[in-house]
């Protein structure tokens, strides 16, 4: 069974540090890869999507990378703001199953002025 | 503005009682999901539809009930036999299954009162 593990569990770090989360996964048989972002007392909100034959996916201030062999994915987020505060998800879909994501616990993110 | 709808936002419930949490979506979507999440936990699964009338029990089912009678439609049931409701519900929806990102909802928090 697959299982999602996401390190660390929380973050606090100043304005306009450069962050790596780290999303792992036990089973490199992956369909894709997601990211969402969840805000307190919120809907998740998707982020960045990798498919399996991708290496990595941008949009604005965020990068993600998807390494199968390994069983890793990180999310890069470039010079951090105080708005990017929330918890971070990550859930991988495994391939030839039921297509139905499996999500790690998160990292609660804190930017501070 | 397509999305999905959830609600109420909180609800309490007595012991005994079954309560019914809506989900509605106007973006044409076939797959529809719910999830229960506890605080520093990841999503779990408790029930998934693919289609019209049909429907998947996730990891988590027993005690709750759902239908699937119109595609933009997905209630669920927490009924009396689920003994620790208490949590933040989470609707999704995407494309079909597994193969677009998700859309959430903003969620129901439910209460034992």
Same mark, same amino acid.
């Given at each position: 069974?697959?299982?999602?593990?996401?390190?660390?569990?929380?973050?606090?770090?100043?304005? @306009?540090?450069?962050?790596?989360?780290?999303?792992?996964?036990?089973?490199?048989?992956? /369909?894709?890869?997601?990211?969402?972002?969840?805000?307190? @007392?919120?809907?998740?909100?998707?982020?960045?999507?990798?498919?399996?034959?991708?290496?990595?996916?941008?949009?604005?201030?965020?990068?993600?990378?998807?390494?199968?062999?390994?069983?890793?994915?990180?999310? /890069?987020?470039?010079?951090?703001?105080?708005?990017?505060?929330?918890? /971070?998800?990550?859930?991988? #879909?495994?391939?030839?199953?039921?297509? #139905?994501?499996?999500?790690?616990?998160?990292?609660?993110?804190?930017?501070?002025? | 503005?397509?999305?999905?709808?959830?609600?109420?936002?909180?609800? $309490?419930?007595?012991?005994?009682?079954?309560?019914?949490?809506?989900?509605?979506?106007?973006?044409?979507?076939?797959?529809?999901?719910?999830?229960?999440?506890?605080?520093? %936990?990841?999503?779990?699964?408790?029930?998934?539809?693919?289609?019209?009338?049909? *429907?998947?029990?996730?990891?988590?089912?027993?005690?709750?009930?759902?239908?699937?009678?119109?595609?933009?439609? *997905?209630?669920?049931?927490?009924?009396?036999?689920?003994?620790?409701?208490?949590? $933040?519900?989470?609707?999704?929806?995407?494309?079909?299954?597994?193969?677009?990102? %998700?859309? *959430?909802?903003?969620?129901?928090?439910?209460?034992?009162?």
């Amino acid at each position: 069974k697959q299982e999602v593990t996401q390190i660390p569990a929380a973050l606090s770090v100043p304005e @306009g540090e450069n962050l790596v989360l780290n999303c792992s996964f036990t089973d490199s048989a992956i /369909y894709n890869l997601q990211w969402f972002r969840q805000d307190p @007392g919120k809907g998740l909100t998707s982020l960045l999507l990798i498919q399996s034959s991708q290496r990595e996916q941008t949009s604005g201030r965020l990068n993600a990378s998807l390494d199968k062999s390994s069983g890793r994915s990180t999310l /890069y987020i470039a010079a951090s703001q105080p708005g990017d505060s929330a918890t /971070y998800l990550c859930a991988v #879909i495994a391939s030839g199953g039921s297509y #139905i994501p499996t999500f790690g616990r998160g990292t609660s993110l804190i930017v501070h002025p | 503005d397509g999305g999905i709808t959830q609600s109420p936002k909180y609800l $309490f419930r007595k012991e005994g009682q079954n309560v019914t949490l809506s989900c509605e979506q106007n973006l044409n979507h076939d797959a529809m999901y719910w999830y229960r999440q506890d605080p520093g %936990q990841g999503l779990r699964l408790i029930y998934y539809s693919q289609i019209v009338n049909d *429907f998947q029990k996730g990891d988590i089912a027993e005690g709750y009930s759902v239908s699937r009678e119109k595609k933009e439609s *997905f209630p669920l049931t927490v009924t009396s036999a689920q003994k620790n409701p208490t949590a $933040f519900y989470l609707c999704a929806s995407s494309v079909d299954r597994g193969e677009q990102p %998700q859309h *959430f909802g903003d969620g129901t928090r439910l209460s034992i009162l």
